[in-house]
């Protein structure tokens, strides 16, 4: 399994838009390409204006392909035309132990 963690500082008061920018614009073309396993926009309790974002890749070479469609509609950088002034930071990590809970619970599930 491959993870991309993306930081992300939004301008003041500017959350709940790049809330509904990742849930009805990104994760919908994101989530349809092979080898996508699950995203998870957190947004961070005692900063608002900071959160991250966890995509899950069933491989590094997923999410790499995924990266050469060059489709800037599904790029994260997108959301600079959305919301100027949006910082973005993106590091990738090969996910070599994990366990997942016998039951996963609602919130969880893609």
Do not use: C
Not at 3 to 30: C, G
Not at 38 to 44: D, I, P, V
């Amino acid at each position: 399994m491959y993870a991309q963690m993306t930081r992300i500082r939004v301008p003041a008061a500017r959350m709940k838009d790049l809330r509904s920018i990742i849930e009805n614009e990104y994760l919908p073309i994101v989530s349809r390409r092979p080898g996508f396993v699950a995203a998870y926009l957190m947004e961070q309790v005692d900063d608002e204006n900071s959160a991250q974002m966890l995509q899950l890749w069933d491989s590094h070479a997923a999410a790499e392909a995924f990266t050469r469609t060059g489709s800037f509609a599904a790029s994260l950088q997108a959301l600079a035309v959305h919301l100027p002034g949006i910082r973005i930071e993106r590091d990738g990590f090969i996910v070599r132990v994990s366990r997942v809970a016998a039951e996963t619970p609602a919130f969880a599930r893609v």
